[in-house]
């Protein structure tokens, strides 16, 4: 894993910086990509990779997402990402956490952590015990930023897919729009429960059924078997569960006219935008459409750095500017007969100096 310049992953990122402490059961990767625009934001990933390669690849991957995600977003952020090798048991403690936020001041505030895959707000309230660089911790006063990014995140998708059904299927409302819903976690079912409120037709699909079962009795709508849902017939899929699930075999099975959700990395590999753009499916890049959550989080960090206040409501409408950049890289799409993944990274490329 030490020649990691070799990985296919690897886009000329800054720092990919290895951290173990025995002692403490902690095994992790941080990687910036980017710091052209500020410091590498991102959350940290607590996940069991079989293969440790994957969490490398994870952490490539997703740092070089956040800094396209933080450059559209219009964030003063660069690009970061952690990721925590946990064990197969996933064995989080108080040790593992400390040592994990002693790496973190180490690197001297070039990279901002916060919430994802497998971390909660209780994991980076114990990570702040040991570094100032981290956010998405509760919030301290009415109506003020930060706390669990997730709803954030659910909220910008909810536009998104409003702004997709506006573009693709010419229509104001979601109301009698059939969206299947991959993942029902804190993203997922957040999205599926503003949809619900709008009147939308929904299918919900999770690993965990009980989730999806609890979810679906809850607003009304059908579930499908986590195998199934990529294929299920319907207006919008909406993926809000782990990345690279877009690629030469899901692709060609797709019955949905727009994709629009959360999960990072959709697309397994370049030129499967293409492969969708082909087939007349409407793609919403995922780096843009799911950036409410970074907003949030950044703009706490920002706020309490700087001595500022920033609030809800400033959050909020920040994220109410992701629908609006969507369909600039829609138009462009159209008219250039391009892919929109591919012209949503040359945007970023362009913001980041790297055009």
Not at 57 to 72: I, Q, T, V, W
Request: proline fraction near 4%.
């Amino acid at each position: 894993m030490t020649a990691f310049w070799t990985e296919p992953d690897f886009d000329d990122h800054e720092m990919v910086h290895f951290v173990r402490d025995a002692k403490a059961g902690l095994t992790a990767i941080i990687a910036v990509h980017s710091s052209h625009l500020g410091p590498g934001a991102g959350g940290t990933r607590f996940w069991h990779y079989p293969n440790p390669k994957d969490g490398l690849r994870d952490a490539l991957r997703l740092s070089r997402g956040m800094s396209y995600k933080n450059a559209m977003a219009g964030l003063p952020m660069g690009g970061g990402k952690a990721v925590i090798l946990a064990d197969e048991a996933r064995t989080k403690t108080p040790e593992l956490l400390a040592a994990f936020g002693d790496a973190v001041e180490a690197l001297g505030g070039r990279y901002v952590t916060a919430e994802d895959v497998g971390i909660s707000e209780a994991d980076m309230v114990a990570v702040a015990k040991r570094t100032q660089h981290v956010s998405g911790l509760p919030v301290e006063g009415e109506g003020a930023a930060g706390g669990d990014p997730g709803p954030f995140t659910a909220h910008g998708i909810y536009l998104g897919i409003k702004a997709a059904v506006r573009h693709k299927l010419g229509k104001d409302s979601v109301a009698g729009v059939h969206v299947a819903v991959q993942g029902t976690g804190s993203v997922g079912g957040g999205v599926a429960r503003l949809l619900a409120a709008d009147g939308a037709k929904l299918t919900l699909s999770d690993i965990r059924e009980e989730s999806a079962n609890a979810l679906a009795k809850e607003l009304g709508a059908e579930t499908v078997a986590s195998e199934a849902v990529l294929s299920t017939p319907c207006d919008v899929l909406s993926p809000n569960a782990l990345g690279a699930i877009f690629d030469d075999d899901t692709i060609p099975a797709l019955q949905a006219e727009i994709v629009a959700g959360g999960a990072n990395n959709q697309l397994a590999r370049a030129g499967h935008g293409a492969k969708m753009f082909e087939r007349g499916i409407l793609y919403a890049p995922d780096y843009v459409i799911n950036a409410g959550g970074i907003v949030s989080v950044a703009s706490e960090y920002l706020a309490r750095r700087d001595g500022t206040v920033c609030g809800r409501s400033d959050v909020l409408d920040r994220i109410g500017h992701i629908p609006t950049r969507l369909e600039e890289i829609w138009q462009e799409s159209d008219a250039s007969k391009t892919s929109p993944d591919v012209v949503a990274d040359r945007m970023a490329q362009a913001l980041i100096g790297r055009g």
